[in-house]
């Protein structure tokens, strides 16, 4: 009886984990220090105090229009920490074109790294980095690195990435989040004046200015191993039907400005028109994604789940 009591207790297996929901909000192109900035910054405050927010997702532009001097830029004050100061949350950030002095300016893209020694809110540990919440893998990708490579930057952060995702996501990886998101700057889809990877509006087209890297670099390192892949850059939101096998994309960069659109590509949700930002709730295998608008009015609902594995 005891071997048998012992047998049915190995073949039982760990139980299956609890997990807690993870509420966050993902927001780009925020670093102006304006009204609208403000407004938004209300809203999201009003909608984490309904609804619960864990952290926040900032998308990269986070200083307009050159990034900072230093650590103690009187911008840190104007652009980030008084927009904010009611949301008392992480703020995982990640770079973008004008916070590298909107080129290739390596120091000044590092102050924004060494800010995380001096904020209670801001995180960025690196130019590129991890983390886990609950059963959620986050993956901040420093995308201005990966568009210019090693043509324009003193360090090849492509290449860097490159290997990183291989090592986070690649084949041979198996202790690997049940949900995986990634979270940059510049889109791999958009119906802003910046466009798709590949096709931005830097030209010429193929080059890195173009997005060429970037567009690579999702088809072979983010599709299919991430769940949704969110990003800034041009100043709307828009959240796409198209997907890169099973990868999701939404972008979210109406956090202070707004930019009418140039193209069409199929939306499930799209405005050019009201800035906000788009809040989520992960509920074990239930994604669940609401767009918010400066006024605090929820203009679309949707979400997904995740399939049980065998």
């Not at 999201?44 to 900032?58: H, K, N, R, S, Y």
């Not at 992480?90 to 102050?111: I, K, M, R, S, T």
């Amino acid at each position: 009886m005891l071997l048998l009591a012992m047998s049915l207790l190995a073949c039982k297996g760990p139980a299956p984990i609890d997990y807690e929901p993870v509420r966050f909000i993902a927001i780009g192109d925020t670093g102006e220090g304006n009204t609208t900035q403000h407004d938004v910054a209300a809203a999201m405050q009003t909608v984490c105090a309904d609804q619960g927010c864990d952290f926040v997702l900032l998308l990269g532009d986070n200083i307009y229009d050159v990034g900072v001097s230093g650590t103690d830029d009187p911008q840190w004050q104007e652009k980030f920490e008084l927009p904010y100061a009611n949301l008392d949350m992480p703020f995982y950030a990640v770079l973008g074109n004008h916070d590298y002095a909107q080129l290739n300016d390596y120091e000044v893209a590092g102050h924004q790294v060494a800010y995380s020694a001096v904020s209670d809110k801001w995180n960025m540990p690196n130019r590129f980095y991890k983390f886990v919440e609950q059963n959620i893998g986050f993956y901040g990708l420093d995308t201005q690195g990966i568009q210019l490579g090693a043509e324009f930057m003193e360090v090849d952060l492509l290449a860097q990435q490159q290997t990183w995702m291989d090592q986070e996501l690649g084949p041979d990886q198996e202790d690997r989040s049940e949900w995986n998101i990634a979270f940059g700057h510049h889109p791999y889809l958009s119906n802003g004046e910046h466009g798709n990877a590949g096709s931005y509006d830097l030209l010429p087209e193929g080059t890195a200015l173009s997005g060429a890297f970037i567009k690579e670099f999702v088809e072979s390192k983010l599709c299919g191993k991430v769940d949704l892949y969110l990003s800034g850059h041009d100043h709307d939101r828009e959240w796409f039907e198209a997907d890169c096998e099973g990868t999701q994309f939404i972008v979210s960069g109406a956090g202070a400005k707004l930019r009418d659109f140039d193209e069409a590509q199929p939306t499930v949700y799209a405005d050019d028109q009201t800035a906000g930002f788009f809040w989520f709730e992960i509920n074990d295998r239930d994604l669940r994604v609401q767009a918010w608008d400066r006024n605090g009015v929820m203009n679309h609902e949707g979400g997904w789940s995740k399939a049980v594995e065998d």
